[in-house]
């Protein structure tokens, strides 16, 4: 069972940055595709990016292409997403999450393992 630790979020003004991590344990991620999600009050879960088992590949959503970009570091077994030129509609807790295979996927349902997440304000 793998365990997933977000980290690095907070209080930003829009147009600022943010870096993302998110480091697992317990058993590698190399194997399996990660993402990145997002939920902001009151909305439903929702796709932000996903990077491929070696990071050759990336996927985002229409809403942060251009301006997020997802990584990984497989021999520290983490992932990043890098935010610039945020957006108060940015707001939100941020979740990764290691998918069942190797390839992009876009679907909630294609993640098995989640983090607890890490909150984003962004404020206007």
């Known amino acids: 069972q793998v365990q997933l630790v977000e980290s690095g979020g907070g209080l930003v003004q829009a147009g600022g940055s943010l870096r993302l991590s998110c480091a697992a344990s317990g058993r590698t991620i190399s194997d399996s595709a990660m993402g990145w999600f997002r939920q902001a009050p009151g909305k439903d879960r929702e796709f932000v990016a996903t990077?491929?088992?070696?990071?050759?590949?990336?996927y985002y959503a229409d809403s942060v292409k251009g301006r997020f970009t997802i990584s990984r570091d497989n021999d520290k077994n983490t992932v990043f997403l890098q935010m610039n030129s945020l957006k108060p509609e940015d707001t939100a807790v941020y979740y990764c999450?290691?998918?069942?295979?190797?390839?992009?996927?876009?679907?909630?349902?294609?993640?098995?393992?989640w983090g607890q997440g890490t909150q984003v304000t962004v404020s206007s």
């Open positions: 999450a290691v998918a069942k295979i190797r390839l992009l996927k876009t679907r909630l349902s294609d993640y098995d393992s």
């Open positions: 990077i491929n088992w070696i990071g050759s590949a990336t």
